[in-house]
């Protein structure tokens, strides 16, 4: 758009001038009255330092700066108390930790061990849980049918009545032995859950758990990345039965 060819009266130029510099000018680097027809100068403001090494600047970090900022190395991006960006915050790349103010390697995870028991059982060496090996198993269970995903309150049914001589188990197992898992049991047990791993027919998508927010919604857990999703109670999802933990 074309400035308008109107001349500023040389008192707004002076009185433009005195606001600038009630309101800071002197920080943008001139005091100089601004000339009428001239546009003040704009201030920038940067985060200042050197890059963290193995780090990435947080999305949004360094917007709406007031003046220049260090640059912050976090354990996480992520938002502040009142959640906004933190100014020139920068969190480590994948496959590095905060450790003493630097990004350093990360450190190996543990090996992810499974002790197949030969009785339709797999315990987690990690946690110590012991879980029904054919996760797929679409076997009646206490007089409950299940051909697939059930819904919540008949997969509970289903492994009531999950015992010895159901889904290849030899364990000596009774009806009501068998549990829904924890929500937390299924989120650790995605957390090492590298194939191969001597579980079988296991299903991709969410599993059931045990964990509830409220009347009719219980939490579902993807075993491939961990992830809780709260359902209806009356929503199909696959089902891994822990013996001993969650509720039945």
Not at 5 to 28: D, I, K, M, V, W
Not at 61 to 88: I, K, N, Y
Not at 116 to 131: A, E, F, M, R
Not at 231 to 246: C, F, H, Q, S, W
């Amino acid at each position: 758009m074309a400035r308008s060819s109107t001349p500023r009266s040389p008192l707004a130029g002076l009185a433009f001038a005195a606001l600038l510099a009630a309101c800071g000018g002197a920080a943008s680097g001139r005091t100089d009255p601004v000339p009428p027809g001239d546009d003040p100068p704009a201030t920038t403001f940067q985060c200042t330092g050197p890059v963290p090494e193995h780090a990435t600047l947080c999305p949004g970090a360094g917007a709406g700066l007031a003046s220049d900022v260090p640059r912050a190395l976090s354990g996480s991006c992520g938002c502040t108390a009142t959640c906004l960006p933190v100014p020139c915050s920068y969190a480590c790349d994948p496959g590095y930790v905060l450790a003493e103010g630097a990004c350093a390697p990360a450190p190996p995870p543990p090996p992810a061990t499974f002790t197949d028991h030969g009785d339709g059982t797999v315990t987690d060496d990690l946690t110590g849980l012991t879980w029904l090996r054919d996760a797929g198993c679409t076997e009646a269970a206490g007089g409950v049918a299940r051909s697939g995903p059930v819904p919540w309150l008949q997969a509970s049914d289903w492994v009531i009545g999950l015992a010895d001589g159901t889904c290849g188990l030899a364990d000596g197992s009774a009806a009501g032995d068998w549990t829904i898992p924890d929500q937390a049991d299924l989120i650790a047990l995605a957390g090492h859950l590298a194939s191969p791993n001597p579980f079988l027919r296991l299903q991709a998508g969410r599993s059931w758990s045990a964990f509830s927010t409220c009347t009719s919604i219980y939490s579902a857990v993807d075993l491939a990345d961990g992830s809780a999703l709260d359902l209806p109670i009356a929503t199909p999802m696959n089902l891994l039965p822990v013996r001993g933990r969650g509720v039945r």
